[in-house]
């Protein structure tokens, strides 16, 4: 069955394929895990797919830095409810390596977390199949904020909104 | 005080229907408990022994007396009329229904106040010194820098899924009155190289299963860098801080494992990256958040000695429960929650009305909560100070113990929490039962018991000068006992004495070390000096050297 996601607050069809699911689809975009990229970096160039990165929660920003070009999409995998590492790894891309492509929240992922996500940076959201539809309202659940974020849509006019004026 | 902007109100309203539209799926089956677990535990609710437990924010300790008429409120309304004061300056109460907690929150809201990260791993409550802004020995007021400090962590996106809990205290004054060297971060206001203004920072202290007091990761710290500073010491936490070991999950264990050299230097490296991105706080936001904090109306009054010629129950609460004030003719006066045979830090609805009505009339309508479970009016006039004390006393409000033997810090232990092994208000009623005898207690001086009801240390036993912890033995209920610990600018942790006690012996065993101490103090010198200078050994004999009458 075809993959939803949640991509800049549509529903989208996955077009990504992991390893696992790819023998039958070669052509499709893949994301490869960071063990299986620094192995064997040339055997998945070869394949001429796009090609992104899937990190573990241990696994850090600083090892795919100098191969951030190849990459179209990374994703950062939550590998249970309380796992906060990849808010952080969302952060660092964006902010210290500028990576403008897909950042990709997958593993345990559900519409409480979104708005954090979201602000951090990731831009698609791979959630349970049946939470996909209601999760979106997760958005719109604050409108204001005191951080700067990675969000576009929050972002510029909440800069450095501690101690802002009253208004 | 900080008076909510528009941000802040939008912010906690759409926090109440958010915790609405969570608490619902959950009643819906939509949310497994586990699920709904996660969620509540950012919202202050822990499902206890008897029934929910609300834990409710108040920053820094900082309470409008409208804010306070809420909490009886909803004490009354939704509780059974108490509340419990806690030593991290907030309030727990004890009976709320699951189904009416965000109502509860619609209350707070309107009152701008809220339970948003008094639970869970994440930035909790920031605490400070109860004497900020009036204390003669302070560098600069605090609060400002504790609501920044709150605003930047409330709902941080990066910061919300922590290995575990992070408490930061600020302190402003040289003498640590908030424990903040017992804090996973501490925040001091210091004086740099060119005599300006900044911060010292500390990190890797705590309590709990394995007690440690804070390292200094900086020195001086230029004022504006704080948040960027913050968010570099949480970076490396969030990122580097053990995730599979719940008991290994605190800062503290972090820092010792690296060692305070390297988590120095990776907090750096870190800070380096991010120290000119958009986090600065620059001098006009400091200035209106200063704008928030502005002395009241004091009156140009002479100093004066309330307490000559009055009778000695005047005279012996003007001593223990009132102290200085940098302002001339004022004085700040504590409301001790810890009256014989009430458990300590509990105060009741119609406490909590009456107080209000007071610091209306006397202490320009703000009430402070101290992290030794007391309140206290910042600014009353000396010269009013007596009908004040009248109208405590006659509501129980004015035992005369503040800063003595049974003063006592106190977790609900068993008798509320699941966490607890052993009950902690029915010692701290047997102790005060034990010592009744007022000559007695100011004849011992400045001496603190704090106790646990199990090793989450939440009364903060390891830094008691006094630690009594509950431990359970075989089903029953047995205390450990420490001496030598402080919570001071001099924080040490105490030294066990020897075997736990079973609770009928722990009156007995305190008994037994303060006669040691009373034998062998030199002049003038502490309760925990004397156990300093002797160390264990003689108390410990003196505690064990007989058995107890069962």
């Not at chain 1, 795919?64 to 070009?69: F, R, Y």
Request: aromatic share 8%; net charge neutral.
């Amino acid at each position: 069955m075809p993959r939803r996601l949640l991509r800049n607050a549509e529903i989208v069809v996955d077009e990504w394929r992991y390893i696992a699911e790819a023998a039958a689809d070669t052509a499709a975009p893949l994301i490869v895990t960071l063990t299986q990229w620094q192995l064997e970096p040339d055997i998945w160039l070869a394949r001429g797919t796009p090609l992104g990165v899937v990190l573990s929660p241990a696994d850090r920003v600083e090892q795919i830095a100098a191969d951030l070009g190849v990459f179209t999409l990374i994703a950062a995998q939550f590998s249970g409810p309380g796992e906060g590492r990849g808010y952080t790894q969302a952060r660092q891309l964006r902010e210290q390596w500028n990576f403008t492509g897909e950042l990709r929240a997958t593993g345990y992922v559900r519409r409480d977390q979104l708005f954090f996500m979201a602000r951090c940076g990731f831009n698609s959201f791979e959630l349970p199949d049946s939470d996909i539809d209601d999760a979106r309202e997760a958005f719109a659940t604050f409108t204001a904020a005191y951080q700067p974020s990675n969000d576009a849509g929050l972002a510029l006019k909440l800069r450095n909104t501690v101690a802002a004026p009253s208004a | 005080m900080y008076r909510y902007d528009l941000t802040d109100k939008t912010l906690v309203r759409q926090r109440v229907a958010q915790f609405r539209d969570q608490t619902q799926r959950f009643l819906s089956g939509a949310l497994s408990e586990d699920e709904f677990k996660l969620l509540r535990l950012r919202n202050g609710l822990y499902i206890q022994r008897h029934a929910p437990m609300l834990r409710v924010a108040i920053p820094y300790g900082l309470l409008s007396t409208r804010q306070l008429r809420a909490l009886a409120k909803i004490a009354r309304d939704y509780d059974r009329r108490y509340g419990h004061f806690t030593t991290r300056q907030n309030i727990q109460f004890n009976w709320p229904k699951l189904e009416q907690v965000p109502d509860i929150l619609e209350e707070l809201a309107e009152v701008e106040m809220h339970a948003i990260q008094t639970s869970g791993n994440c930035i909790r409550n920031i605490t400070s010194d109860h004497l900020a802004g009036i204390t003669p020995d302070e560098l600069e007021d605090p609060r400002p820098w504790c609501e920044i400090i709150r605003q930047w962590s409330t709902f941080h996106p990066e910061f919300t899924y922590l290995p575990r809990k992070f408490k930061i205290a600020v302190t402003g004054a040289p003498q640590d009155r908030a424990a903040s060297l017992v804090h996973d971060v501490g925040v001091h206001i210091v004086r740099g190289p060119n005599g300006e203004l900044g911060f010292e920072i500390l990190a890797g202290g705590g309590l709990g299963r394995t007690p440690i007091i804070g390292e200094v990761v900086r020195e001086f710290l230029p004022r504006e860098h704080l948040l960027s500073y913050l968010t570099a010491v949480l970076r490396v936490y969030n990122l580097e801080g053990r995730r599979d070991n719940l008991t290994k999950a605190r800062i503290k264990i972090l820092v010792r494992s690296l060692g305070i050299k390297e988590f120095k230097r990776r907090v750096e490296a870190e800070w380096q990256l991010i120290r000119e991105e958009g986090l600065r706080v620059d001098e006009a936001q400091i200035a209106r958040m200063q704008s928030h904090f502005q002395p009241p109306p004091y009156r140009a009054l002479p100093n004066i000695a309330p307490d000559s010629g009055r009778e000695a129950a005047f005279r012996a609460w003007y001593r223990y429960n009132t102290t200085a004030h940098k302002v001339a003719g004022y004085r700040a006066i504590f409301i001790s929650l810890k009256k014989p045979g009430v458990p300590p830090g509990d105060a009741t609805d119609t406490q909590m009305d009456l107080i209000a009505d007071l610091a209306d009339r006397y202490s320009f309508g703000e009430v402070r909560v101290t992290h030794t479970q007391n309140l206290l009016l910042a600014d009353v006039e000396q010269g009013r100070a007596y009908e004040l004390w009248q109208q405590l006393d006659r509501a129980g409000l004015a035992t005369p113990n503040i800063g003595t033997l049974t003063d006592i810090i106190c977790c609900p232990g068993l008798d509320f929490c699941s966490l607890a092994n052993a009950g902690s208000i029915d010692v701290a009623k047997l102790i005060n039962e034990r010592f009744d005898d007022y000559d007695y207690i100011y004849d011992l001086g400045e001496i603190d018991i704090k106790m646990s009801g199990c090793m989450n240390a939440c009364g903060h036993h390891h830094v008691g000068n006094i630690g009594i912890l509950g431990v359970d033995k075989g089903g029953e209920e047995w205390y450990q006992i420490t001496i030598g610990g402080a919570a001071g600018a001099d924080a040490s942790l105490g030294t066990v004495i020897g075997p736990s006690v079973p609770k009928a012996q722990v009156a007995e065993t305190i008994e037994r070390l303060l006669e040691v101490y009373v034998e062998q103090r030199g002049s003038e010198e502490r309760f925990l000096d004397t156990v300093r200078r002797l160390g264990v050994k003689p108390f410990k004999e003196r505690a064990y050297a007989a058995p107890i009458a069962a």
